[in-house]
């Protein structure tokens, strides 16, 4: 019985945890195209912000 609560709980960490992915990864692209705006807009400015 220990074992499926500890199942359960895993299965909703893992899926927090996959979520959360989801989430970094939309506000990681978000940036980059803020960035890539940022800089259509001011091209001299110096490029600090590379996008990975």
């Known amino acids: 019985m220990p074992y499926q609560?500890?199942?359960?709980?895993?299965?909703?960490r893992s899926r927090k945890l996959s979520c959360h992915k989801i989430t970094i990864a939309k506000t990681k692209r978000r940036l980059k195209t803020s960035i890539a705006g940022f800089q259509t807009t001011f091209p001299h400015f110096?490029?600090?912000?590379?996008?990975d």
């Open 46 to 51: 110096p490029n600090r912000l590379k996008p």
């Open 5 to 12: 609560v500890a199942q359960t709980q895993h299965e909703v």
